[in-house]
């Protein structure tokens, strides 16, 4: 049961799908510091910021276990999903903001979180208009959610916290890999079936020694297994 309970966890990252590790990296500038985003480009704090609109559910996910919920002053929607999110509690009463620059600057941030793909385009204007704006990449397997918690720990100046929960998660994740293998397991996502080689969804499974029906194909992240596929494979066990 804890298997599960982290391969639904887990899946929770899909929602806003990324590719890649993260290539962040921070530096020490007098008082304040320095990250690289995953654009290459250099963000430079004077201090931490206060004012943080995040436009990414797991970014906030992370984030609200690393800082206090006052310095989050926006969201995306998945956040405030409340059969969703697993932080919809922490937030209450923090409003949700839209992908677009002028509800951005209308909360008057110092910090935008976004994430790589179709965002750097709304990164690239709001850095036109003096919008400070980082833009992180998202782990693709399950082994780099520990880094990517630290990645969030660097932009929001948190980093010995950020540390502290990456090692428990790193933990949590070797010890979900013992015990009884759990056969013939098959995901479902709204538009047909997943998990295929090289996905987030088959790197949990395999984490967690669960038999991912779903990795003995290698279709294209972008699309899905058929209901067709699905009947035939016959899986023991569904999660939807």
Known sequence: MKKLFLVIMALSL????????????SQEQGSGYTVVDARGKKITFASAPKRIV???YSVTDILTDLIATDRIIATD??????DLSNCYEKLKGIPVCENNPEQIMKFNPDLVILTEGRANELADTLD?????????????????????????GEVADTKAAAD??????????????????IESVLLIHPNGGIGQKGSMPASICEACNIENLAAKYDFPQS??????????????????
């Not at 704006?133 to 399950?142: E, F, G, S």
């Not at 502290?164 to 293998?181: D, N």
């Open 164 to 181: 502290s929960l990456a090692e428990k998660v790193a933990a949590y994740i070797k010890a979900s890999a013992g015990g009884q293998k």
């Open 128 to 152: 036109s208009v003096g919008v400070k704006t980082c833009v992180l990449r998202q782990p693709k397997t399950i082994q780099e959610i520990p880094d990517y918690i630290k990645i969030v």
């Open 223 to 240: 699309s899905y297994l058929s209901k067709e596929q699905i009947i035939a494979m016959n899986p023991q066990r569904i999660i939807v």
């Open 14 to 25: 899909l929602l806003v799908t990324g590719c890649g590790k993260e290539s962040l990296s």
């Open 54 to 56: 995040c436009l990414n």
């Open 77 to 82: 929607m998945w956040a405030r999903e409340e």
